[in-house]
């Protein structure tokens, strides 16, 4: 069988969505998206926030694309 993957437009849709797929026995999986998924665990919250907090500080170091993998 094919899977499909759809997009609801909002918690409402994606809720009658579930209950159709409910109603006819259908398996459903819910991907986190890419945020969410990050922001999974507490320490890596904590290091994406910090590394925000970095760049908006102007604390980075450039490295061109020569360097990259010297």
Do not use: C, R
């Not at 919250?45 to 360097?67: A, R, T, W």
């Amino acid at each position: 069988m094919s899977t499909l993957t759809i997009h609801p437009k909002s918690e409402e849709q994606e809720k009658a969505l579930k209950v159709i797929f409910d109603a006819f026995d259908v398996k459903y999986e819910k991907e986190m998206d890419e945020t969410e998924y990050l922001m999974a665990s507490k320490a890596n919250e904590l290091s994406l926030d910090k590394s925000i907090k970095q760049v908006e500080n102007g604390e980075i170091v450039k490295i061109s694309l020569e360097d990259l993998w010297k």
